[in-house]
């Protein structure tokens, strides 16, 4: 159960009236309470998912990876969803949870990087030299630059969602059903 009660519509005032209103998910309803707060977060968020260079297959592996390795129901589930919208395959999901956990897959090089680089920002703080230089003949460097805010942003993500206990709403419970998280 959320640690903040959810903020009602009718409780918004604009900007954060039409953000929820657009995309009423648990997160966001939650954030309301900062409206400063919660257009800044939605702000980068908008940024990533329309205004990334990045291929967005790949960035939603990312993201992917990013909830596997904090084991983020909410993050995963919801970008199980999204994912699948940019063309993930199931495939390709079941190979983002292989590759996170040290598993392995049949996803590309390029698409094992990424997953590499995720994990290393998120269990080691930052990306290794050697993963910098593995990624640096597949992508220009301002994708690189964005993967590292893409990694680091959701990162934030998952820690906003454990501090405020935030609930995986009923319409993505299915995606854990369908790909479950391994323990952390």
């Known amino acids: 159960m959320a640690r903040v009660p959810f903020v009602e519509e009718s409780q918004l005032g604009e900007p ?3 953000l ?3 995309h009423p998910i648990n997160l966001y309803r939650t954030l309301a309470h900062s409206e400063g707060g919660f257009a800044s977060f939605a702000d980068i968020g908008q940024w990533v998912r329309y205004k990334s260079t990045m291929d967005p297959r790949e960035r939603e592996m990312v993201i ?20 699948r919208d940019f063309g993930l395959s199931d495939a ?7 590759e996170a956990t040290n598993g392995s897959s049949e996803l590309s090089e390029r698409e094992r ?14 990306l290794s030299n050697d993963c910098w230089e593995a990624l640096t003949p597949h992508y220009s460097v301002e994708k690189l630059v964005e993967i590292v805010l893409i ?3 959701y990162n934030c993500v998952t820690r906003v969602l454990k ?4 609930d ?3 319409a993505y419970q299915g995606f854990l059903h369908e790909f479950p998280l391994p323990a952390k």
């Open 16 to 18: 954060a009236r039409t």
């Open 20 to 22: 929820v209103a657009g």
């Open 64 to 83: 992917l990876s990013v909830g596997v390795l904090e084991a983020s129901e909410y993050e995963f589930s919801h970008h199980v969803k999204v994912g």
């Open 92 to 98: 390709d999901i079941t190979g983002v949870i292989a």
């Open 113 to 126: 990087l990424l997953i590499r680089a995720a994990r290393e920002m998120t269990v080691d703080g930052a």
């Open 151 to 153: 990694i680091a942003h």
């Open 163 to 166: 501090s405020l206990e935030i």
């Open 168 to 170: 995986v709403e009923p």
